[in-house]
């Protein structure tokens, strides 16, 4: 498989090119998703504008929802880009080519080449990992560096080194600079499960334990000493008791789920992988994982070369990967909070793994089951048929009870989203039956980059019109940097308007609010829902008047923007998003 290519060198070349073409051609085609998408972008705007690098700000009000190492990068990126979608999201991409090339390496060092160049083509290729390169928020920035922490310990303990110490202080640092504690806490839970099961925890008494911790406190400290300084601890009170503490004891905004939470939302996000979870699972336990006869035995083992000794060569790195799954999908699963993002830094191991035994098929090392193969191809087939019906029911063009007439008209040709996975499945049909293996697997994986990738590039553009906040924004001219206007809301807020706006969004609580606002001497914007302003629309001055309108795809209403300027008058405005 790949012969022309059966290098690292070329390993590289075809890692980088499905995973960048699956990422970067479409990533500022979609407006800025509400609520994650728009408080990051913007806080990194006004970042930019104030020349403020310590104290992360949204609508001009102190954010101590997250760290700042992204938006720092992202200011890095609208220098280079200018401020848009495709600059705000850049970050996360490239985030994410690092973590399929790291990915790869762990796969390769632990099991073969083979492996590695699978495990990173399953994950480009996985729906939730490559959503994560498409999204402006810091879980790709936390899953480099988690994957990039656990690739240096692995490689230091099974090489006999313990400079890891030291390289793991700086990636936990950076974790933690990028969504706080979980940085550090989560790697480290992994790392001591895992000495702890292998009866290695003296690797530990190492005098570069402590220097790991002093480099750790060097890179990660300085930041949260400034900013704990610069707003009276504000920021660190907010951050570390409300939205870690507090998010882990209590659900927040809702975001809240059963105990097999995470167990659906890993078949969901490593759809079309998920097929083989289950073979994944039994191949990476007992007997079949002790028979892995890889080349692997760990530098810190004392035995001699008995049985001992084989059985610790195939059980170790499974062992690995099941610890760095089981810390992180325990850890999710007791928080009360819950979202779907929480737990992708366990794609990478159950990439590994699935690459795994895959290859190990290939090669007839072991055998699965027919049956099995059969049924996950044709649930494979069925995922496709089911996402193409999906999208026509969406669309209204198949008529549900349940959907009360929301549709999303315009949207049918999506429907062809699905014939990927039904091909893919055909194709992977006829290789199995002629037992072209290594075939069977490149088909698997062409037909999950060409599902994932027009998933994420034509799903996210085809949505645009449904999204009121840049439509709105453009439609009124409501975004004038440079010319006295105001902007206010009531009733209605979603955080993308403060970065379509470039200034800062009023929030009126009360209907005598919004009406004072629409009579100030100012040229003023005011949005709100269309059945709130028919309510109050006669109260307002007789200079007001409707200049845009807009159907919202998060609150499921019409929205309108009243002005009290001139009619057909627009001075100033910039040109929004791309």
Request: glycine residues 8%; hydrophobic residues 50%; aromatic residues 14%.
């Amino acid at each position: 498989m790949f012969s022309a290519l059966n290098c690292r060198f070329g390993h590289y070349v075809v890692l980088l090119v499905v995973a960048t073409s699956l990422t970067l051609p479409a990533l500022g085609q979609s407006s800025l998703w509400d609520i994650d998408e728009g408080n990051n972008a913007e806080a990194a705007r006004e970042m930019l504008e104030s020349g403020n690098w310590i104290i992360p700000t949204f609508n001009y009000q102190l954010r101590v929802d997250k760290p700042a190492l992204l938006y720092w990068l992202q200011v890095f990126a609208y220098r280079a880009f200018g401020v848009n979608e495709f600059a705000a999201r850049l970050p996360s991409a490239l985030a994410a080519l690092l973590t399929v090339l790291i990915v790869y390496e762990l796969g390769r060092q632990m099991f073969s080449p083979s492996t590695g160049l699978v495990a990173g083509l399953i994950l480009s290729t996985s729906v939730a990992f490559c959503a994560s390169a498409h999204f402006a928020n810091p879980d790709a920035l936390l899953n480099l560096t988690t994957a990039a922490t656990l690739f240096v310990f692995w490689q230091g303990f099974s090489s006999g080194s313990r400079w890891w110490f030291l390289t793991a202080a700086v990636t936990t640092a950076l974790g933690v600079l990028a969504k706080g504690p979980v940085g550090l806490m989560l790697p480290a839970g992994v790392i001591f499960l895992f000495l702890l099961w292998s009866q290695k925890l003296g690797v530990l008494l190492d005098r570069r334990l402590m220097q790991g911790f002093l480099l750790f406190f060097l890179v990660a400290a300085p930041w949260y000493i400034w900013v704990g300084v610069d707003t009276k601890a504000n920021f660190l009170r907010g951050f570390i008791f409300q939205h870690n503490i507090g998010r882990y004891l209590q659900p927040m905004e809702h975001h809240t789920g059963p105990a097999y939470y995470y167990l659906l939302v890993l078949a969901v996000g490593f759809v079309p992988w998920s097929i083989f979870l289950w073979p994944t699972a039994r191949l990476a336990i007992g007997v079949r994982a002790r028979d892995d006869d890889g080349t692997f035995i760990p530098a810190y083992a004392n035995e001699g070369t008995d049985t001992n000794v084989c059985a610790t060569r195939g059980i170790s790195r499974y062992r690995f990967l099941w610890c760095w799954m089981a810390v992180y999908l325990l850890f999710f699963t007791f928080a009360s909070t819950k979202l779907p993002n929480y737990i992708l830094p366990i794609y990478a191991p159950v990439a590994i793994l699935t690459a795994r035994g895959l290859d190990r098929w290939r090669v007839r090392q072991i055998e699965l089951p027919a049956w099995g193969l059969n049924a996950g191809l044709a649930i494979l087939a069925v995922i496709g048929v089911g996402v193409a019906c999906a999208v026509l029911i969406a669309s209204g063009l198949v008529e549900l009870p349940t959907m009360r007439g929301r549709h999303l008209n315009g949207l049918e040709y999506l429907s062809v989203l699905g014939v990927p996975l039904i091909l893919g499945a055909l194709c992977a049909w006829r290789c199995l039956a002629r037992q072209q293996r290594g075939a069977l697997v490149a088909a698997l994986v062409g037909a999950a980059a060409f599902f994932v990738g027009p998933l994420l590039a034509w799903g996210g553009w085809a949505l645009n019109p449904f999204k009121a906040p840049r439509e709105l924004m453009v439609e009124s001219h409501a975004c004038q940097p440079n010319s006295e206007v105001r902007i206010g809301c009531y009733q209605y807020f979603q955080p993308s308007m403060v970065f379509y706006s470039r200034r800062e969004v009023q929030r009126f609580e009360s209907e005598e609010k919004a009406l004072e606002f629409l009579a100030s001497p100012l040229k003023v914007y005011l949005f709100i829902p269309a059945n709130d302003w028919q309510q109050i629309s006669f109260k307002a001055p007789g200079n007001a008047h409707l200049v845009a309108s807009h159907w919202d795809l998060y609150r499921g209403r019409e929205i309108v923007v009243v002005t009290n300027g001139e009619p057909g008058t627009s001075h100033g405005t910039v040109a929004l998003g791309r």
